[in-house]
T-cell receptor, first 113, second 115 residues
Framework: GEDVEQSLFLSVREGDSSVINCTYT??????LYWYKQEPGAGLQLLTY?????DMKQDQRLTVLLNKKDKHLSLRIADTQTGDSAIYFC?????????????FGKGTKLSVKP | DAGVIQSPRHEVTEMGQEVTLRCKPI?????LFWYRQTMMRGLELLIY????????DSGMPEDRFSAKMPNASFSTLKIQPSEPRDSAVYFC?????????????FGPGTRLTVT
């Protein structure tokens, strides 16, 4: 299909790991992105991964990329209540001036104390 | 850098009125995007500009919506006449599109309520 797919909801307990999954569509996407949206705010770039990488780690965040299956995941270690937000996956599509980001519908992460 | 600036942050208007949303992109960025976010439809791309030129406006819902970018530091999204179904949060984002990286920086959004 044409859409970037994500599950809509995820609930975890504080201190556990969270894994948010995404499938994208364009095998030629150069970069893949994770954005975070806190209540009442705009989307904030969390991290991104270049398509020739399998994994990227940044403190509590780990991004895994499976290009064969077009699957992207974001793992948050030791999840805190402040991590409660909506997480959007996005892929780059097109080239040059026609290039753009295509966003998934977002996964709402709820962290229970 | 101040980031992407949007105004107003909140707008409440009556059906039939004209609404103008404003955006100042990050200095040096050459692409600007307008999005709409609702609970029902999620995040939708309305239109985007590259070097002040509209590239893709296929997401603009109908003729009541128009967007302009008269210069590199300012863009407007206008709805005339507004309808209750236009109620949403409207985001502006900008990007520098360097070396194939299309990462976008979002403004705080304008929450529009049409009664």
């Amino acid at each position: 299909g044409e859409d970037v797919e994500q599950s809509l909801f995820l609930s975890v307990r504080e201190g556990d790991s969270s894994v948010i999954n995404c499938t994208y569509t364009d095998s030629s996407s150069t970069y893949l992105y994770w954005y975070k949206q806190e209540p009442g705010a705009g989307l904030q770039l969390l991290t991104y991964i270049f398509s020739n990488m399998d994994m990227k780690q940044d403190q509590r965040l780990t991004v895994l990329l499976n290009k064969k299956d077009k699957h992207l995941s974001l793992r948050i270690a030791d999840t805190q209540t402040g991590d409660s937000a909506i997480y959007f996956c996005a892929e780059s599509r097109g080239r040059g001036s026609q290039g753009n980001l295509i966003f998934g519908k977002g996964t709402k992460l709820s962290v229970k104390p | 850098d101040a980031g992407v600036i949007q105004s107003p942050r909140h707008e409440v208007t009556e059906m039939g009125q004209e609404v103008t949303l404003r955006c100042k992109p990050i200095s040096g960025h050459n692409s600007l995007f307008w999005y709409r976010q609702t609970m029902m439809r999620g995040l939708e791309l309305l239109i985007y500009f590259n070097n002040n030129v509209p590239i893709d406006d296929s997401g603009m819902p109908e003729d009541r919506f128009s967007a302009k970018m008269p210069n590199a530091s300012f863009s407007t999204l206008k709805i005339q006449p507004s309808e209750p179904r236009d109620s949403a949060v409207y985001f502006c984002a900008s990007s520098s599109r360097g070396q194939g990286n299309y990462e976008q920086y979002f403004g705080p959004g304008t929450r529009l309520t049409v009664t």
